[in-house]
């Protein structure tokens, strides 16, 4: 069964940090690339950061230097660490396969940044 389950959002005050968590299966996670996107009221979902089954990472301009995406091979299990977090970070947050069958989504997690 393919799965992705996100964990770890909250609210949080400008300036503070949050980790995301997400857990898949591995026929998903294995050799894939994961990746966080985003999805703001009346906006449409973005690219947040993705990391490869290697570890190479890109990220979305607006966080680079502020967000870090890694992956844990062993735990099928890619997160997000977020800092100095701003007002324009709030959105529900997505973890995504992207696999030679099609894009995987998890069900989301909110993450309210508070001016």
């Known amino acids: 069964q393919v799965q992705l389950v996100e964990s770890g959002g909250g609210l949080v005050q400008a300036g503070g940090s949050l980790r995301l968590s997400c857990a898949a299966s591995g026929s998903i996670f294995s050799g894939n690339v994961m990746g966080w996107y985003r999805q703001a009221p009346g906006k449409e979902r973005e690219k947040v950061a993705r990391?490869?089954?290697?570890?190479?990472?890109n990220y979305a301009n607006s966080v680079k230097g502020r967000f870090t995406i890694s992956r844990d091979n062993a735990k099928n299990t890619v997160y997000l660490q977020m800092s100095s977090l701003i007002p324009e970070d709030t959105a529900v947050y997505y973890c995504g396969a992207l696999t030679g069958r099609g894009n995987y989504w998890g069900q989301g997690t909110q993450v309210t940044v508070s001016s």
């Open positions: 990391i490869t089954s290697g570890g190479f990472t």
